[in-house]
């Protein structure tokens, strides 16, 4: 597809990490020059606050750029290369029902883990679907990078739904755990030098090997850190950046050292707190306050009060807009594709062997390298005893909650929840799921 430059649709044009992402691609402009962007979002109002901020910030920094947004999906997908998708069905307020509602039940509420995870999980799948489909109307040769949650649950919903749609699912986390490796180890050139072998699910795996540019194996320096404090050695310590990093994250990136020691030959997703040790995780929640309240009394307040400031005073100025300097990951991918880079990335794909010991059609996290001609994966060989089980079951709920969706079965809900290792029994798997029936009425397929 090389091309001059390219137009890219941002689909959750009204997200909190638009602006972030819009400024990103602004910086990017030499390596991956974009001429056309446009938001897209099916929520006017949310979408009209950040899209006419970032309007005066384009006129003010690139005017030459064609900018755009719209609700309307004939104008948001024709005549585009990229679609950037990062939607969240239901809001925030919807998210602090995914996590208070099981915390009412004694079991933990996450965002995309667990009892939470399921309950959005049922939400994005028809969103997600959506867009690729007026993506695949109306600009057929494009490529939908989705990063939109639960995106374990999201990419096996488009494996069932899609296979053959230009779709690639991927997630910062490991991205940003890299970049954390990078910093504890002080390797010259940060994450993009590492080399990594690593296999999962999204939210759900583990790193196997670590080198840098020379060859040196890191893992043992990581080990080292990961003994005494987690992912913490990693934080980069920069004026002004910690403060940046909400308390939630600092536990759960603490939390990781217990976390590495179920199985200290692996270096762990930081989500796989979630499933080792959720009786911690319930205890430490506040069933009044949660990550959802968090983020609303914090990144949302913040990205649209600034948006709010640029349009009352006219101009992008002093405004605390940033570029989302973690996000270029995303123009690493659209690059890879555009221009045959043939890049490693962690993209969440068809198993089809890559985890050898493992359910074929399972979708799994695996390093890919990545072309013109989309991704090849990078076999990982089989993993042990350990992860093998914990695998087999997780895989069963995200696929369960696929089939729930798609034939409407209270049944395959219900057993997705009572698999899930976050949950303690059938008992109260079914009294989470019938409240969550209750708060979701109008986002979830009716279930029979
Ligand atoms: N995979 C990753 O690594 C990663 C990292 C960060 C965030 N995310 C995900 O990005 C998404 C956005 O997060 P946020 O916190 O900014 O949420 P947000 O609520 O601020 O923004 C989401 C936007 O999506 C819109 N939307 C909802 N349903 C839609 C639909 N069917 N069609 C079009 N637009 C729709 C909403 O109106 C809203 O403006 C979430 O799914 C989040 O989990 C993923
Ligand atoms: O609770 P949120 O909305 O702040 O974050 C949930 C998302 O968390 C991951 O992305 C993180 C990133 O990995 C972390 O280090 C932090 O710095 O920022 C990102 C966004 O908050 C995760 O990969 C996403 O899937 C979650 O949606
Ligand atoms: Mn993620």
């Known amino acids: 597809m090389s091309k001059k430059s390219y137009a890219v649709t941002i689909a959750g044009g009204g997200s909190t990490f638009t602006p972030g992402i819009a400024l990103m691609l602004l910086e990017e402009h030499d390596r991956f020059p974009v001429d056309k962007v446009v938001f897209y979002d099916n929520n006017a109002e949310r979408q009209e606050t950040v899209a006419k901020a970032c309007e005066i910030y384009f006129r003010e920094h690139a005017p030459e750029l064609d900018f755009s947004y719209t609700t309307d999906p004939v104008e948001a997908f024709t ?15 919807m998210r602090e029902l995914d996590e208070k509602i099981p915390l009412k039940h004694g079991v933990l509420g996450q965002e995309t883990c667990g009892a939470g995870g399921i309950a959005y999980g049922m939400r994005s799948i028809g969103g997600v679907i959506e867009i690729l489909d007026y993506m695949e109307k109306y600009s057929p040769n494009a490529w939908m990078l989705n990063y939109s949650n639960p995106a374990a649950i999201v990419a096996e919903a488009c494996r069932v739904l899609r296979p053959h749609s230009r779709i690639i699912n991927i997630c910062d986390m490991p ?52 003994a005494k404090n987690g992912y913490l050695d990693g ?65 949302e307040k913040r990205v649209f009060g600034a948006c709010r400031d640029i349009i009352a005073k006219g101009t992008s100025e002093g405004c605390g807009f940033e570029a989302d300097a973690h996000a270029t990951y995303i123009v690493d991918l659209a690059c890879a594709l555009a221009e045959n880079t043939k890049e490693r990335f962690l993209l969440i794909v068809p198993n089809d062997g890559a985890v050898s010991n493992f359910d074929e ?13 989309g991704y090849e994966k990078i076999c990982q060989g089989k993993v042990p005893q350990f992860q093998k089980g914990m695998l087999e079951q997780q895989v069963s709920v995200e696929k369960l909650v696929v089939q729930a969706w798609v034939e409407g079965s209270y049944q395959k809900l219900w057993q997705a929840l009572t698999l899930s290792a976050t949950i303690p029994s059938a008992q109260v798997a079914k009294e989470v799921l019938d409240d969550l029936i209750e708060a979701n009425k109008g986002y979830w397929p009716e279930l029979k």
């Open 175 to 226: 991205i940003d755990l890299m970049d954390k490796m990078a910093t504890m180890c002080h390797v010259k050139g940060g994450r993009r030098s590492l080399q990594y072998s690593y296999y999962g699910l999204n939210h759900f795996g583990w790193f196997t090997k670590v080198y840098d540019s020379e060859g040196n194996d890191l893992m043992p320096e990581i080990k080292r850190h990961m």
């Open 361 to 373: 059609t399972a979708m799994v996290e695996v390093p890919c390298i990545v072309g013109a001609n």
């Open 235 to 299: 934080i980069e310590h920069e004026e002004g950046r910690e403060q940046h990093i909400d308390e939630s994250w600092i536990y759960t990136f603490g939390k990781a050292k217990d976390v590495w020691a179920v199985d200290p030959e692996t270096i762990p997703n930081t989500y796989l707190k979630y499933y080792l040790f959720p009786d911690y995780v319930v205890e430490t929640s506040n069933p009044n306050y949660t990550r959802a309240n968090e983020v609303m009394d914090g990144r």
């Open 79 to 93: 005549g585009i290369d990229f679609v950037l998708a990062h939607i969240r069905v239901g809001l925030y307020a």
